[in-house]
């Protein structure tokens, strides 16, 4: 199954199913449409989040202040704002990481 992008007016909403307290940080694969990101923090006062931000801007070439958390603060289920590049962009660089 493919990772589900939609685009919005101010970019594209990326889902993201986090894997909090991992033995380590990375992207580890597809889980219903949205992309698996391990970290190796503890999901508390948004450490998890800051971490899985981080994550993502490095696997996917792209700055910290292009990826924003918009939904999902305290749950595993995550939707991320990716601004600055093209869904096609993005799909491609998704692909090339799983």
Known sequence: MPIQLDESSS??????KAQ???RRNGVTGEHAGA???????????GKANDAIIEVLAE???L????????????SPQKKFLVTGITRL?????IRSIL
């Open 11 to 16: 970019g594209i909403l990326l889902q993201v």
């Open 20 to 22: 909090p307290g991992a």
């Open 35 to 45: 992309l698996k990101v391990a970290v190796t923090q503890a999901p508390e006062k």
């Open 59 to 61: 696997a996917l070439h």
């Open 63 to 74: 700055k910290r202040n292009q990826i924003e958390l918009v939904s999902g603060m305290t």
């Open 89 to 93: 962009e993005l799909e491609e660089r």
